[in-house]
């Protein structure tokens, strides 16, 4: 059982993806101390209890909270900035609500127009063919983990799809205080539970999803497929 739990720690690390029809709250003044507070509040009446988060550990410009956001789409819209790693639920009169996120690792990152096609409670995660193929840690779950505090997607799931399609990206929970920010999934978007849960609760099922590219992950992308071809053709040493 020690060996099981510390492989789901290592999977929850490495892999990660009801509306209101109301963004009032966005004109509500931002008072840190008390809002951080009951933001991140431990949650007992969910099916799994999820223990307060650590603000000691939690960067204030990661948590959540309503902020000026200047954007040409409309309210309701997810933005999601891969490169400030933030999310932001866009409102009325140039506001937002805005969540700390972890982002895909090099590599594993991923950007386009997307719709939520579908919303998940504590959801089972299935990991793709590829994953097992490059990580046998997954193979047992390749018919998939039922949700729970193991669970690499969290508390809540918000599933992206693409001209009817399954992107098998995913906006989901699972994220800890101290990897906010950074570039830690498999390409999902990935926010604490407390936050997905919030985000779960305001947006429906077609709200649109933009996800901007990250401009320093598709150079450095783009540099990696340059140095490849020029080694492939024997200009660059091994």
């Excluded at 933009?210 to 497929?225: H, K, M, T, W, Y």
Aim: glycine share 12%; proline share 7%.
């Amino acid at each position: 059982m020690f060996h099981r739990w510390i492989v789901m720690i290592g999977l929850a690390v490495s892999l990660s993806g009801c509306a209101t029809g109301n963004l009032d709250w966005l004109g509500v003044a931002y008072d840190s101390t008390e809002t951080d507070r009951r933001n991140y509040a431990a949650l007992g009446g969910e099916r799994f209890p999820i223990a307060a988060a650590d603000l000691g550990k939690l960067d204030p410009k990661y948590r959540r909270q309503p902020v000026a956001y200047a954007t040409s789409e409309p309210a309701g819209t997810i933005v999601v900035d891969t490169a400030q790693r933030y999310l932001y639920l866009v409102g009325e009169n140039g506001r937002a609500m805005r969540y700390g996120i972890e982002v895909g690792r090099e590599g594993f990152g991923w950007s386009g127009v997307a719709t939520i096609a579908r919303k998940a409670q504590w959801p089972t995660w299935t990991p793709p063919a590829e994953m097992v193929a490059r990580d046998p840690r997954t193979a047992p779950f390749a018919r998939g983990m039922p949700g729970g505090p193991e669970n690499p997607l969290g508390a809540r799931a918000l599933y992206l799809y693409q001209g009817g399609r399954d992107t098998l990206y995913r906006i989901h929970g699972g994220g800890r205080p101290s990897t906010l920010g950074k570039a830690t999934s498999s390409g999902c978007i990935r926010l604490l539970d407390h936050d997905v849960i919030d985000l779960f609760n305001r947006v429906p099922n077609g709200a649109r999803t933009v996800v901007l590219s990250d401009p320093r992950l598709a150079a450095r992308q783009e540099n990696n497929s340059t140095t490849a071809s020029a080694r492939a053709d024997g200009t660059v040493p091994m």
